[in-house]
């Protein structure tokens, strides 16, 4: 399928860094400078170029994102800040703008110095490659050990005239949310105030990519940046209008989408699983117990085994530092109660026909007060061990 957003162009090409010509850079361009928003790992360990992008994008301008993947330019010192600083002075040489408006980003290998001299020489190619209809080979470039490229469009009728939205992004593996947990670039022909784009772009990444979690690892690498460059040519507007009603509205649901495109595709998953905790005392004191229940290796692996053991959740439960009566908790498996005031149903040969289906909902109601999250999360297969127990190997 070919994607373009109005006044965007994309590349995608092999510059050497990963074996048998696979594509592993790419880039995004704005014809004009856009507004730009972006989110960053929360992990202490940051690689070059997060510290790099993080300091540009307070300016809340970009035009260019230049994307490596097979090495993350991350615990390199000061040769791979060097590196990712001059890719980023390379790249605006090779375009023609300021080099403050270009946005750099890796993802690969940990601890790998970058082969700068591939890359400088690829540059001018990728440059020449750029495309309205290159999406995709970007969205290819950028991937690790995803087995899918990852994009998901929208459009949206915004003061009387079309918006695009596209989105892209890379993750499979080291997926637990502190602030953006993966890489994803959103790129719209939408003209938006920057501190309106900044609240409603923060409002959907907490609600979709710091809302999902594969292995509970949280990336050197991981960032999300938004560009928007005002092509469609709407006017500005307010909070309180029926148009930041739909931006917010189609932002979120791509983010969602996005999302769960990296559930499914998550390393050697076989099953998405949305965990809902209801009744909590508080929404924070629900996500804490979801989460402890998403990210239970215990819990992940009896998913894979299809086995309803309703007690590793209700162990995972009591371990958080959260509010509980334990007599009143109950589970379901869809629709299905498995546990009614902490007591067992003896529902479970119908639970084993839920946990045998791709996609499933597990739910936990805790009848203490009103707090509620939502929490995406997979099973834990063998695939898993074996694709990460020789991943740099």
Not at 21 to 49: C, H, R, W
Request: aromatic share 6%.
């Amino acid at each position: 399928m070919k994607i373009s957003v109005p006044g965007f162009l994309a590349s995608g090409i092999s510059s050497g860094i990963k074996e048998k010509n696979k594509k592993d850079l790419g880039m995004l361009f704005s014809e004009q400078p856009a507004t730009a928003v972006g989110v960053f790992t929360a992990n202490k360990i940051k690689a070059a170029p997060v510290l790099v992008s993080k300091e540009k994008i307070k300016h809340k301008n970009s035009q260019a994102i230049i994307v490596n993947s097979g090495n993350a330019n991350a615990c390199t010192g000061n040769m791979g800040l060097k590196d990712a600083r001059d890719l980023s002075k390379l790249t605006a040489q090779e375009l023609g703008i300021s080099e403050k408006l270009v946005m750099v980003s890796s993802t690969g290998i940990i601890g790998v110095a970058l082969p700068m001299d591939k890359i400088k020489t690829s540059i001018p190619h990728l440059v020449n490659s750029l495309s309205p209809m290159g999406l995709n080979d970007f969205a290819e470039a950028i991937m690790t050990t995803d087995t899918i490229p990852k994009i998901v469009m929208k459009k949206s009728m915004i003061d009387s005239k079309e918006v695009t939205f596209c989105g892209i992004a890379k993750g499979s593996g080291m997926i637990m949310p502190r602030m953006a947990t993966l890489l994803s670039f959103i790129i719209t022909d939408l003209s938006v105030n920057p501190d309106l784009l900044d609240d409603v772009f923060i409002e959907a990444v907490n609600n979709s990519f710091n809302r999902i979690t594969i292995d509970g690892e949280t990336s050197t690498n991981d960032m999300v940046i938004m560009m928007a460059n005002g092509r469609a040519a709407n006017s500005f507007f307010p909070k309180e209008s029926s148009d930041y009603q739909t931006f917010k509205s189609s932002l979120n649901a791509l983010f969602l989408d996005l999302s769960k495109l990296i559930l499914k595709d998550a390393e050697g998953a076989t099953k998405t699983i949305c965990i809902l905790v209801e009744e909590a005392k508080s929404n924070e004191e629900a996500k804490k117990i979801a989460y402890q229940i998403a990210n239970s290796n215990l819990v992940k692996t009896a998913f894979f085994g299809e086995d309803p053991n309703w007690g590793r959740i209700l162990s995972a439960i009591g371990t958080v530092d959260a509010e509980i009566i334990p007599e009143r908790i109950d589970i379901f498996f869809d629709d299905v109660i498995v546990v009614e005031n902490s007591i067992c149903t003896g529902m479970e040969s119908r639970a084993k026909q839920i946990l045998m289906k791709k996609e499933f909902r597990v739910t936990i109601n805790l009848h203490i007060g009103q707090g509620t999250a939502e929490v995406g999360t997979t099973d834990l297969t063998t695939e898993y061990i074996k694709i990460n127990a020789s991943y740099s190997s």
